[in-house]
């Protein structure tokens, strides 16, 4: 098993980890949902949780500057050593990774990588509502960050955030009631997980 992140191999190959559990990541756009899907599934699962947002919000803190300037002006260094410890923590299991590229710094580590998908106006207005902006603030200021993110993507491990293709899991929330968004995909994860369960045996 290996990420799908070519620049995380030679890392990957430094420590030999006998893995305890399931993986499974969720990653989305801002404002898409996946926190509140990630912590519902990781409860219903009983695995462990974690958050990579919040790491990167709490060294934001650290420095005392806005999520959106730091998100610009961070060092490529710190992406690099945050998901060398995402990488880490999929290798060892027993957790949910949530994060915009947890699925592809766990590749095949991870036994269910999912997408969360979601419209630009659904988006806006949940974000706009977190955090009392305007709706066309909040289009302005996570359209920025979507195109700031996926260039820093490219540019430092070549990859394209938002291809789906490498998740086995997709689910739409841009239409989803709040009871689908917290109850659907632990059923459907939960199915594939089963499904897997028999395959293997």
């Known amino acids: 098993m290996s990420t799908y992140v070519k620049k995380l191999k030679n890392y990957e190959k430094k420590f030999n980890i006998k893995k305890k559990g399931i993986t ?22 009983k695995i462990k949780y974690k958050n990579m947002g919040d790491v990167f919000r709490e060294l934001a803190k650290e420095k005392n500057i806005s999520m959106e300037k730091f998100s610009k002006t961070r060092a490529k260094k710190t992406d690099i050593l945050l998901d060398e410890k995402c990488l ?43 955090e009392n902006k305007t709706f066309q603030q909040a289009k302005r200021d996570i359209t920025e960050r979507d195109n700031v993110d996926k260039k820093r ?5 070549d990859i394209d955030a938002e291809n789906t293709e490498i998740y086995n899991y997709i689910f739409d929330n841009g239409k989803a009631t709040y009871e689908e968004a917290i109850t659907k995909p632990s059923k459907d994860i939960k199915l594939l997980l089963d499904k897997m369960d028999t395959t293997s045996n």
């Open 24 to 45: 499974i990541t969720v990653s989305g756009l801002s404002g898409s949902g996946k926190s509140t899907i990630a912590e519902t599934l990781a409860k219903k699962l």
């Open 88 to 130: 880490k923590l999929a290798k060892e299991g027993n957790i949910l990774l949530n994060g915009r590229l947890t699925g592809w710094v766990a590749g095949d580590n991870a036994e269910i990588r999912v997408w969360i998908k979601c419209d630009l106006k659904t988006r806006a207005k949940r974000v706009a509502e977190r």
């Open 153 to 157: 993507y490219k540019e430092l491990y």
